[in-house]
């Protein structure tokens, strides 16, 4: 028989049952867990941008395709929440094979729909909705599973070897979707049903076994406890630790930041090619890969969230200099190259020091603080251009990041917020057992 390219190579001979040998960062659990991630990914960028697409493609109306791209980004505000509380309660490897199993399906039948001539905008609308949906649970599942397939040593390598694939997944996805699309518009959905048959086929394989942890219970005690309650048992988690509650609100403004600036870029763009904007626009994607990819591991710490606040200062001032493209891009350029830094070390923390029982709801507060930022981010961009212009608009951003980063500086120094070094470890009390 082949190999199986989802299997680490060291593992491949291994007898059935026996321990997974470590050889470098992988392990064969995570090795197919990340495969099949680094697949679901490329799957989410390709889809966002050939799902509105085809909605343009077929009805012919831009409304429509607007309203597409809505569906698939509306639930990462509404199921964030209830997603987590699920990761904590269900098996989080069962979690991410339902939605392999469910996009894979739900993308077969726009295929089926579109060969026969009967796909419709409210059939667009609820398969993008779904996919959306999808992988919100998706993801979170994949953060609630990571703890039981890496050894602590390993813990930071492998949170950047999968920050890496993410920002890859960026870069490449959107492109290839309209690539894809350009051949003809069954051709990425097509695509698509093939790479969610290959992230199922490496979930299926050996993953390990799970540590258990208080918080998996089956699914028909979901009703035990109220929403409301389990997601305030998360915000209290998020707040007893304190490098990540001050990543979250650090993170959460760092991206809106940087992509209102994106959007004051497009705002200026109308007299650039396409080749101009879409490079400005993967300049980010190409800081993320290089930072990640640089990284073995990043530590968290208070010390990393003060220098990318500093960081970020720097780089929103090129554009407030001068509103030209390059300047644009080299500031997206640096964001990407540190947040890439930040997330591993939010992600590496949240593995290492949070309560596994609770790992899903604390996961979905933060992310659905940093993504909201995003989705608040056009339309704040929009409104400064409209009112300020182009460059005003640039400089008041720069305005804001550099008072807020004077602001947390001086308290420092005042001993109002902890120094470097200070508040990074966790509470006792909530790290998970050994």
Known sequence: ????????????????????????????????????????????????????????????????????????????????IPAGVLADRVDPRSLM????IARGLSVVSVLLALALGKLSLPHMLAAAFLEGTLWVLYTLAETALLPSLVPEGRIGAAMARSETSSHAAVLAGRPLGGLLFGLAPAVPFAMNAVLF??????????????????????????????????????????????????????????????????????????????????????????????????????EPGNAILFTQMWIWVLALSLPAMNAHPVLFGLATLITGYTGARNNVAVRTYEIREVDRSKLGRVASVQRLAVYGAVCLAAPLGGFLVAAFGVHDAAVSLFGVMFTVAVAVTLARFLGWVPRFGDGDQAPPASRPAS
């Open 97 to 100: 094979l339902f939605a392999e």
């Open 1 to 80: 028989m082949g190999a199986d390219p989802c299997s680490s190579p060291a593992a491949a001979d291994e007898p059935p049952g026996a321990p997974t040998p470590v050889a470098g960062l992988w392990t064969a659990a995570f090795a197919r867990v990340w495969a099949g991630s680094a697949l679901s990914s490329v799957s989410s960028r390709t889809l966002s941008v050939a799902y509105p697409l085809l909605a343009l493609a077929v009805g012919g109306s831009p409304v429509g395709a607007g309203w597409v791209s809505f569906a698939l980004t509306l639930p990462v505000l509404l199921f964030y």
């Open 197 to 298: 048959l290959g992230s199922t086929l490496c979930l299926l394989g050996r993953t390990g076994k799970a540590r258990p942890y208080g918080g998996r219970r089956v699914l028909r005690e979901f009703s035990g406890r109220s929403l409301v309650s389990e997601t305030f048992d998360g915000v209290r988690e998020l707040s007893r630790h304190g490098f990540l509650s001050r990543a979250t609100i650090m993170t959460t403004v760092t991206n809106l930041m940087v992509n209102a600036l994106i959007m004051i870029f497009l705002t200026s763009s109308a007299s650039l090619s396409p080749l101009e904007v879409g490079l400005v626009l993967a300049a980010g994607g190409v800081g993320g890969v290089l930072g990640s990819t640089l990284l073995s591991s990043a």
